[in-house]
């Protein structure tokens, strides 16, 4: 994987049909998406519950862009290894699901994976100062973690400018993570942010079938942004 901070935009499967993985990722990438966002939740970090690394696995090959693993989990550690083999590109964790952090980074990246580190709305930029040489991106988290469909927390574009500061000439990616529409990813993409993780914001209105409504979508959230 290459660095660039061109806009990216990654549709979440959170948002598409449960019973049809493999033709809503072949049908979001046809439509023109950058990266396939996965959010593994375990119903102890955050209050829903997902799938786990074989449904990762089972879908990996649906995937010709980059397979984004967010890991709302915890203890993460144990996991990580998992979804490495199930062919994830970017392992993301969140800050306040354990204390090792760092610990955390090195894993991910030994494991042939990119570091991801999420903040949660309420944890400050400022907590992962000592992190930024060893992460390849930093999700903000503009709602708070469990559920598609959220109103987007207009607090956290401070915190992206902040971040955009702070990461300076690092190739460090920043991802937006909830409640990303036409409307608020104009903000986000200003404040510095480069990947827009959008679930109903993409797959709101379409299906396999109609799937040009995820490529309309998916267009206006790019025009919106002016990229
Ligand atoms: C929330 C997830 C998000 C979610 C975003 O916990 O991490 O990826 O799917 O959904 P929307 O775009 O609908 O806010
Ligand atoms: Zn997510």
Known sequence: MDFDRAVKIAPSILSADFADFGKEIEAVEAQGCDWVHVDIMDGHFVPNLTFGPALCAAIRKHIKTVMDVHLMISPADAYIQAYANAGADVITTHIEAGPHSHRTMQAIRSAGCK????LNPATPAASIEYLLDMVDLVCVMTVNPGFG????????????????????????????????TPETAPLVVAAGADVLVAGSGVFKGGSVENSAVYGNN??????????
């Open 115 to 118: 570091a991801g580190i999420a």
């Open 218 to 227: 998916i267009s206006a959230i790019r025009a919106a942004a002016g990229v």
């Open 149 to 180: 469909g959220q109103k987007f927390i207009h607090s956290q574009i401070e915190k992206v400018r902040n971040l955009r500061a702070m990461i300076g000439d690092r190739p460090i990616h920043i991802e937006i993570d909830g409640g990303v």
